[in-house]
Nanobody
Framework: QLQASGGGLVQVPTGGSLRLSCKASGGTLSIYAMGWFRRAPGKEREFVAAISRSGGNTDYVDSVKGRFTISRGYAKSTVTLQMNSLKPEDTAVYYC???????????????????WGQGTEVTVSS
């Protein structure tokens, strides 16, 4: 089971930063490629960022490139999404997800992920 954290009820001002974390309860994330998705109010869930199982490859949606960074933590037990220069349009519920795959593959499509966290809310105030 994946657990996403770092968001919540606190509003972050425009231009602020926030770090989201994802970990597996009772296990490790080292065997999975990991991704972050988000669902903004009234919109479909969309891909945000992903990192390969090896940690050597990453990819981002264009709207967050240069602002967000996905990385794997010590012993690959966690995956973090560092979000800088936040904008009101980043407001969404953020989900982490896990994908079984080859070491250097970066999955971009929602259907490629088999395990999902419960979501953590991020609100950026204007």
């Amino acid at each position: 089971q994946l657990q996403a954290s770092g968001g919540g009820l606190v509003q972050v001002p425009t231009g602020g930063s926030l770090r989201l974390s994802c970990k597996a309860s009772g296990g490790t994330l080292s065997i999975y490629a990991m991704g972050w998705f988000r669902r903004a109010p009234g919109k479909e869930r969309e891909f945000v960022a992903a990192i390969s199982r090896s940690g050597g490859n990453t990819d981002y949606v264009d709207s967050v490139k240069g602002r967000f960074t996905i990385s794997r933590g010590y012993a690959k037990s966690t995956v973090t999404l560092q979000m800088n220069s936040l904008k009101p349009e980043d407001t969404a519920v953020y989900y982490c997800a896990a994908h079984h795959g080859s070491s250097d593959y970066v999955p971009l499509i929602e259907d490629e992920y088999v395990y999902w966290g419960q979501g953590t809310e991020v609100t950026v105030s204007s």
